[in-house]
T-cell receptor
Framework: AAGVIQSPRHLIKEKRETATLKCYPIPRHDTVYWYQQGPGQDPQFLIS???????DKGSIPDRFSAQQFSDYHSELNMSSLELGDSALYFCASSLDRRMAMNTEAFFGQGTRLTVV | AQSVSQHNHHVILSEAASLELGCNYSYGGTVNLFWYVQYPGQHLQLLLKYFSGDPLVKGIKGFEAEFIKSKFSFNLRKPSVQWSDTAEYFC??????????????FGKGTKLSVKP
């Protein structure tokens, strides 16, 4: 079965550079979530999208932005990177829970971002 | 605001020992409950989930969890652990009430080390 695809799997950037992470949800899933997991930390919710509109916002820094495109894939854009942005970034997708309550989120493999 | 507490930061067991990992949440409404496992360097994988019905849920790899509403708990259990269960385990909740957006709130995680 198709899973959530994230690219790239690994990314090394220098401070103050920009990075773009991509997420391709499971086919027919229209809701995408982004999470950040720092070293030894629990995943923290950043932002979510439903039907190409921002659905909810968590602890996403102002330097980050995200969007969901017409094919439902999502991109997380990170600018002015800081050392503290080094983390594993997970994308998850689900069916819109407002239409189908009790749906679960399926996670991608993650993108490991290292800022040097 | 919701929160999830996992009582044990690191648990060390010998193979064949029984496992119980504690998870408590705080939220006044109805929640969906999840346990995820994360093997070293890997993404989050769903072990089991509770939406409604029988409070004792069985998941993959011989894991089970019991939802005790009066205690706001969802403890994970396995009768006999294996070395391959060495991983980090995350308890997570999201709101099951209408109008919520579905993003997961994770506990801090419990690292399980199983000695062969």
């Amino acid at each position: 079965a198709a899973g959530v695809i994230q690219s790239p799997r690994h990314l090394i950037k220098e401070k103050r550079e920009t990075a773009t992470l991509k997420c391709y949800p499971i086919p027919r899933h229209d809701t995408v979530y982004w999470y950040q997991q720092g070293p030894g930390q629990d995943p923290q919710f950043l932002i979510s999208f439903y039907e190409k509109m921002q659905s909810d916002k968590g602890s996403i820094p102002d330097r980050f932005s995200a969007q969901q495109f017409s094919d439902y894939h999502s991109e997380l854009n990170m600018s002015s990177l800081e050392l503290g942005d080094s983390a594993l970034y997970f994308c998850a997708s689900s069916l819109d829970r407002r239409m189908a309550m009790n749906t679960e989120a399926f996670f991608g493999q993650g993108t490991r971002l290292t800022v040097v | 605001a919701q929160s999830v507490s996992q009582h044990n930061h690191h648990v060390i067991l010998s193979e064949a020992a029984s496992l119980e990992l504690g998870c408590n949440y705080s939220y006044g409404g109805t929640v969906n409950l999840f346990w995820y496992v994360q093997y070293p360097g890997q993404h989050l994988q769903l072990l089991l989930k509770y939406f409604s019905g029988d409070p004792l849920v069985k998941g993959i790899k011989g894991f089970e969890a019991e939802f005790i509403k009066s205690k706001f708990s969802f403890n994970l259990r396995k009768p006999s652990v294996q070395w391959s269960d060495t991983a980090e385990y995350f308890c997570a909740v999201n709101e099951a009430d209408g109008g919520s957006q579905g993003n997961l709130i994770f506990g801090k995680g419990t690292k399980l080390s199983v000695k062969p």
